[in-house]
């Protein structure tokens, strides 16, 4: 079946710096990536929502120049934040839809904890 | 607005024991509705996916059933594991790309 390899899995990173998350499609072309994150006790919300070659899409709420989301191949999407803050720890995750089935795949998630 | 709640928010249970979780959405008017599996910090394992057109979805012990017009999901598990200890999130997709999950149902089976 389909798969989107997700890295890393879990990182720890100081304040103030930049952290990537990448989302890989591996046996499939993804035309659309969407970001999610999860806060404690909370449930899976949608940050942005990009398209391949082009400029993302974010949600209320969601500042574009702290999450940098490029998506500039079928299969490769990576999510930067910058200047990271504690309140930035949050578990990230990506989900993927298949130009060729139209499904969706949700990649492992990240854990990012700024300390 | 378009809403997705999840009762119980806990629950637990003995082994061999058959349960119920529920989700239910503010709008009838559903392209999807997912059901997933996610284990302690980890990512999201696809469990059963209900079309709009159908009204559940068997796979192995679980069994999910839809009632739009009461906008309503069940997610059934038969005969209970401890390894089914793990986080059940309910999404729906309605008329869009994005789904729209739920907290979830933290579920612990004891041995």
């Known amino acids: 079946g389909a798969v989107v390899s997700q890295h890393p899995s879990r990182v720890i990173c100081k304040s103030g710096t930049s952290v990537k998350i990448e989302c890989r499609s591996l046996?499939?072309?993804?035309?659309?990536m969407f970001w999610y994150r999860q806060f404690p006790k909370q449930s899976l919300m949608l940050m942005a929502t990009s398209n391949e070659g082009s400029k993302a899409t974010y949600e209320q709420g969601v500042e574009k120049d702290k999450f940098l989301i490029n998506h500039a191949s079928l299969t490769l999407s990576t999510l930067t934040v910058t200047s990271a803050h504690p309140e930035d720890s949050s578990f990230y995750i990506c989900?993927?839809?298949?130009?060729?089935?139209?499904?969706?795949?949700f990649g492992s998630g990240t854990r990012l904890t700024v300390v | 607005k378009q809403e997705v709640t999840q009762i119980p928010a806990a629950l637990s249970v003995p082994e061999g024991e058959n349960l119920v979780l529920n989700c239910s959405f503010t709008?009838?008017?559903?392209?999807?509705l997912q059901w997933f599996r996610q284990d302690p910090g980890k990512g999201l394992t696809s469990l059963l996916l209900i079309q709009s057109s159908q009204r559940e979805q068997t796979s192995g012990r679980l069994n999910a059933s839809l009632d739009k017009s009461s906008g309503r999901s069940t997610l059934y598990i038969a005969a209970s594991q401890p390894g089914d200890s793990a986080t059940y999130l309910c999404?729906?997709?309605?008329?869009?790309?994005?789904?729209?999950f739920g907290t979830g149902t933290s579920l612990t089976v004891i041995p």
């Open positions: 046996d499939f072309q993804a035309t659309t």
């Open positions: 709008d009838s008017a559903i392209y999807n």
């Open positions: 999404a729906v997709r309605w008329t869009g790309n994005q789904f729209y």
């Open positions: 989900s993927a839809r298949d130009r060729g089935t139209t499904g969706y795949t």
